[in-house]
């Protein structure tokens, strides 16, 4: 039985991922990490550099955004439900007709369909380098990445989650999800992609002998008005 949590190999390549390390401790950019509530260190204990913000990261955040767009593709083909539970998608036909597109048919579109599907389905988040200082950081909380509030609208469109781990070395520091009863091991250029429910709730473990860098964001649902044009005038 599957748990919707799967980890992809090498989808960057170990020099990059010493690239970005680099440049996140000479940028001197980094602030401490915040959660929906703010910065509680008692809840997560980082620091941050928000490449949406940050000037000179947009070719880091191209980067890290292709190299998840490889996994994205997989798990899309194994979990074509993401796409199709939420949405009635169709596409047309070489004879014109349009057809609706089952798991079968998502499954076995070539990577530039398959891309392009994505691309009007889903939109990428805004992506955190995050350091985890040895023996010190951390994010114990118990969390998902969905979540209701005023002034941060956005969170209740997250589909899935992921993280690219950048380095390795060092004990622990595990990604571990609650009721899953798993904990992903950081490994240097991996990636991990999950749901962002309730149903998966995790935390960050504190890594031990070593600090801990990963890059981090979400894979979003499109917003109701680029699927389905403005709202009719009430």
């Given at each position: 039985m599957t748990d919707f949590i799967e980890v992809y190999k090498g989808v960057l390549a170990p020099e990059a991922c010493r690239l970005m390390i680099e440049r996140f401790e000479a940028g001197g950019q980094a602030q401490r990490g915040s959660t929906g509530s703010?910065?509680?260190?008692?809840?997560?204990?980082?620091?941050?550099v928000q490449l949406d913000t940050a000037p000179g990261w947009a070719d880091v955040r191209q980067q890290l955004n292709d190299a998840m767009l490889k996994g994205f593709r997989q798990y899309l083909r194994r979990y074509a439900h993401v796409a199709l539970a939420p949405l009635h998608l169709k596409m047309k036909?070489?004879?014109?007709?349009?057809?609706?597109?089952?798991?079968?048919?998502?499954?076995?579109?070539?990577d530039e369909a398959l891309t392009g599907l994505i691309g009007t389905v889903f939109r990428p988040g805004g992506i955190n380098i995050q350091k985890y200082i040895a023996d010190q950081g951390g994010y114990p909380y118990w969390h998902s990445e969905?979540?209701?509030r005023h002034d941060q609208a956005e969170a209740l469109h997250r589909a899935l989650l992921w993280t690219i781990y950048l380095n390795e070395g060092f004990d622990e520091g595990e990604t571990e999800f609650l009721y899953q009863q798993r904990k992903i091991v950081p490994r240097m250029g991996s990636l991990l992609?999950?749901?962002?429910?309730f149903t998966h709730t995790h935390r960050g473990n504190r890594p031990k002998g070593g600090d801990k860098y990963i890059a981090t964001s979400w894979v979003l649902y499109q917003r109701a008005e680029r699927l389905f044009g403005p709202a009719p005038p009430r």
């Amino acid at each position: 039985m599957t748990d919707f949590i799967e980890v992809y190999k090498g989808v960057l390549a170990p020099e990059a991922c010493r690239l970005m390390i680099e440049r996140f401790e000479a940028g001197g950019q980094a602030q401490r990490g915040s959660t929906g509530s703010g910065v509680d260190l008692t809840l997560k204990d980082s620091w941050d550099v928000q490449l949406d913000t940050a000037p000179g990261w947009a070719d880091v955040r191209q980067q890290l955004n292709d190299a998840m767009l490889k996994g994205f593709r997989q798990y899309l083909r194994r979990y074509a439900h993401v796409a199709l539970a939420p949405l009635h998608l169709k596409m047309k036909l070489p004879s014109g007709e349009m057809q609706v597109i089952d798991a079968e048919a998502l499954a076995a579109m070539n990577d530039e369909a398959l891309t392009g599907l994505i691309g009007t389905v889903f939109r990428p988040g805004g992506i955190n380098i995050q350091k985890y200082i040895a023996d010190q950081g951390g994010y114990p909380y118990w969390h998902s990445e969905q979540y209701p509030r005023h002034d941060q609208a956005e969170a209740l469109h997250r589909a899935l989650l992921w993280t690219i781990y950048l380095n390795e070395g060092f004990d622990e520091g595990e990604t571990e999800f609650l009721y899953q009863q798993r904990k992903i091991v950081p490994r240097m250029g991996s990636l991990l992609i999950a749901p962002g429910g309730f149903t998966h709730t995790h935390r960050g473990n504190r890594p031990k002998g070593g600090d801990k860098y990963i890059a981090t964001s979400w894979v979003l649902y499109q917003r109701a008005e680029r699927l389905f044009g403005p709202a009719p005038p009430r």
